[in-house]
């Protein structure tokens, strides 16, 4: 009886030592209920793009889980990012849609924040959004040399229209005159018809598309520069930002400040997450992005879109990154005059 309990302890004991075969991607979402986090109000930009991911993202994910939108809107999504840095499982059960602006706030101490950008795990983005400055057809403006030229008089509501005009005046040497106070996009572009105001710089360029369309289509706009990491292709050859630069301290700086627009619209989930789960979240979403029913329910609402991977958002969060600190600091003073 000494030998056999012996034994038996010995096969316990031994499976025990075991190791537990881990659990796939599919019986992890397989009936689950994932939450999205929007950094936004409900019923803002953000919002629908949010929810049309929702309803197609799952079909392309093993296990099919649901998910269910959630707005935690605040300090240009910053709280929301710090929820999911600080709050949210670490597991792929809570994911996330912020401000691409908000990955880099961490550089700047502007706002409280409570993550390290670089550490989330990316998932891809909805868009590449680049930015425009552009005038009223009867200002006289018709070439982006002119903003160099002439006072430019804007209309700013205090996000990237603002931060966009101070980063090219401070950067570039552009004679923009920034009348703040506007409630909104909406109301700018109503100031230009209205003739109280020549133009808006720091426009998303499909928002601009999608809101007035017959403003290009008839040329009652002028588009004066193209903002964001990378020329367009969308936007031939209207001038662009980066060609302006006077040496490549001033690019890097210019980076910071409107490079993120290739993330325009970022989805993600907290650091740490197992590696087969982020693969697969990435595979879902790359997959959605090209799904012709996802495309034709997006066309219907008139939302743009133009994604790019989580890979990419990694390789520019890196670059911006190891930025050296003295460019990060003449960054950071340019963005502090928007709080002034």
């Known amino acids: ?22 659990q796939t991607v599919e019986q992890f979402y397989k009936g689950r209920t994932i939450n999205l986090i929007v950094g936004f109000n409900p019923g803002g930009a953000y919002d629908p793009y949010a929810r049309s991911v929702a309803r197609h993202l799952p079909k392309h994910l093993p296990g099919a889980p649901a998910i269910v939108v959630k707005n935690m809107q605040g300090a240009g999504s910053v709280l929301a990012a710090n929820h999911l840095y600080n709050v949210s499982p670490k597991d792929g059960s809570e994911l996330g849609l912020i401000a691409g602006s908000a990955a880099l706030e961490p550089m700047f101490g502007a706002r409280p924040t409570q993550f390290d950008g670089q550490k989330f795990t990316w998932i891809g983005s909805a ?20 903003l160099f030229d ?3 008089v804007l209309g700013t509501s205090g996000t990237s229209n603002l931060d966009f005009p101070l980063a090219l005046n401070a950067m570039l040497g552009t004679r923009m005159k920034l009348v703040r106070g506007y409630n909104g996009t909406s109301s700018i572009m109503l100031a230009m018809e209205r003739g109280e105001v020549q133009g808006m710089c720091g426009m998303v360029y499909a928002t601009l598309q999608a809101a007035h369309p017959d403003w290009l289509r008839d040329g009652k706009v002028r588009t004066l520069m193209q903002i964001g990491l990378e020329r367009h292709p969308k936007m031939g050859d209207v001038p662009f930002v980066m060609d302006f630069a006077k040496n490549e301290d ?11 627009t290739i ?11 197992p590696e087969d789960r982020k693969a697969a979240l990435r595979r879902a979403f790359d997959a959605t992005m090209r799904d012709p029913a996802f495309l034709e329910d997006v066309a219907r609402q008139r939302l743009d879109i133009a994604s790019i991977t989580g890979e990419a958002i990694d390789a520019f969060l890196r670059d911006a990154y190891a930025t050296p600190k003295p460019l990060v600091e003449r960054a950071a003073k340019i963005l502090a005059q928007s709080q002034q």
């Open 1 to 22: 009886m000494g030998a056999l309990s012996l034994a038996v302890s010995f096969v316990a004991l031994s499976l025990a030592a075991a190791p537990v075969s881990a």
């Open 127 to 146: 868009n590449d959004e680049p930015g425009v400055c552009f005038a009223w057809r009867d200002t006289g403006f018709a070439r982006g040399q002119e």
């Open 150 to 152: 002439k006072e430019l």
């Open 250 to 260: 001033d690019k890097r700086v210019l980076r910071l400040l409107v490079g993120w």
């Open 263 to 273: 993330m325009g619209r970022p989805y993600l989930a907290p650091p740490g997450i």
